[in-house]
């Protein structure tokens, strides 16, 4: 399967999350209602991370990850573009790949992925970029959980 990127768009990502756009004017803008926990023993986890640019053109994987029971929210401190790569989760268990989508993010475009939503891996594109990471973790396998999926490819403009 080959996915073609689109640009990340609140209106095409609704299903799987919302976006967060970095405010380009003086104020707070509040992202509350994108969060969800359903374990009450979790705590708030927030994280930095760095990662590589992915050079491999087209990206080829065969995984997808979830988090069962945590909303995930990753916030752009130093990107240029990201890609994101979504499938909701199907009726019979694991991701349900007709409804997969690719997105390209840009560094002013944050987004929360809603509780058990596949996703693929944080995959940054052009340079290495940082992210703020929020979630909640009770240390358990419900965290995370990481699947073989069939093989893919994504065409990165």
Request: glycine fraction near 8%; charge should be negative.
């Amino acid at each position: 399967m080959e996915l073609i990127p689109q640009p990340l768009t609140k209106e095409a990502f609704a299903p799987f999350g919302d976006v967060i756009d970095v405010p380009d004017t003086a104020g707070r803008t509040y992202y509350e209602d994108a969060l969800g926990n359903l374990r009450p023993t979790a705590h708030a986890s927030l994280s930095v991370s760095l990662k590589a640019e992915t050079p491999e053109r087209p990206l080829r994987s065969d995984y997808l990850e979830r988090h069962e029971f945590s909303s995930q929210t990753f916030m752009p401190l130093d990107v240029s573009r990201y890609l994101i790569v979504v499938a909701p989760h199907a009726a019979a268990g694991g991701p349900d790949f007709a409804g997969v989508r690719a997105f390209i993010a840009t560094g002013k475009q944050g987004v929360t992925y809603r509780a058990n939503t596949w996703h693929h891996g944080l995959t940054v594109l052009d340079r290495p970029g940082r992210f703020a990471v929020f979630m909640w973790r009770d240390g358990g396998k419900g965290d995370e959980e990481f699947v073989p999926v069939p093989p893919f490819t994504v065409r990165i403009p």
